[in-house]
T-cell receptor
Framework: EAGVAQSPRYKIIEKRQSVAFWCNPI?????LYWYQQILGQGPKLLIQ????????DSQLPKDRFSAERLKGVDSTLKIQPAKLEDSAVYLC??????????????FGNGTRLTVT | GNSVTQMEGPVTLSEEAFLTINCTYT??????LFWYVQYPGEGLQLLLK?????DKGSNKGFEATYRKETTSFHLEKGSVQVSDSAVYFC?????????FGTGTSLTVIP
């Protein structure tokens, strides 16, 4: 099966600029996640979608981050305006049925964002 | 609350050495436990999982046993290879959200 697709792979922007990331999950996966992975740390959940509804966005900095999943398939994550501390790898993941022990996460290769 | 604690790295081993990476957790209820591996420049990949106490997950020579009495899920491999060099993450699923450890970097030298 095709894996989780993300683009772009790398992005360099200046602080206060905006940036958007795109994710296409594995076909049929109802649950989609965006994680932020800062160098040397484990992934931190930003937002979780079930189909096109938000399940958990408690750790999403909503003053600058936004995400959508129209039609319950593809998703975009946007940062506007970016700050230096947003430099990280942004990982998209999907699962067949979120929250089930037999439904592990499948990750994309991530987008490495550098804010200068 | 829910959390995962992994042994700190980096870990450097010679080829064919025995590997243990410790993982302990705090959780309510009966969580599922996972090990993910991340190779350079890639996303995380599922390595193995266990969904209930005393289950043993195994894959590619790696194994881990879900120990509820010690709240642990240590990763082991009897003989590591250079290709095992990566970062390993222990993860917890107590409900509908995954919790990840900080990762343990492993380098295997020939």
């Amino acid at each position: 099966e095709a894996g989780v697709a993300q683009s772009p792979r790398y992005k360099i922007i200046e602080k206060r600029q905006s940036v958007a990331f795109w994710c296409n999950p594995i076909s049929g996966h109802a649950t989609l996640y965006w994680y932020q992975q800062i160098l040397g740390q484990g992934p931190k959940l930003l937002i979780q979608f079930q189909n096109n509804g938000v399940v958990d966005d408690s750790q999403l900095p909503k003053d600058r981050f936004s995400a959508e999943r129209l039609k319950g398939v593809d998703s975009t994550l946007k940062i506007q305006p970016a700050k230096l501390e947003d430099s990280a790898v942004y990982l998209c993941a999907s699962s067949l049925q979120g929250g089930a022990g037999n439904s592990p996460l499948h990750f994309g290769n991530g987008t490495r964002l550098t804010v200068t | 609350g829910n959390s995962v604690t992994q042994m700190e790295g980096p870990v450097t081993l010679s080829e064919e050495a025995f590997l243990t990476i410790n993982c302990t957790y705090t959780a309510t209820g009966y969580p599922s436990l996972f090990w993910y591996v991340q190779y350079p420049g890639e996303g995380l990949q599922l390595l193995l999982k266990a969904t209930k106490a005393d289950d043993k997950g195994s894959n590619k020579g790696f194994e881990a046993t879900y120990r509820k009495e010690t709240t642990s899920f240590h990763l082991e491999k009897g003989s590591v290879q250079v290709s095992d060099s990566a970062v390993y993450f222990c993860a917890l699923l107590p409900g509908n959200q995954f919790y990840f450890g900080t990762g343990t970097s492993l380098t295997v030298i020939p």
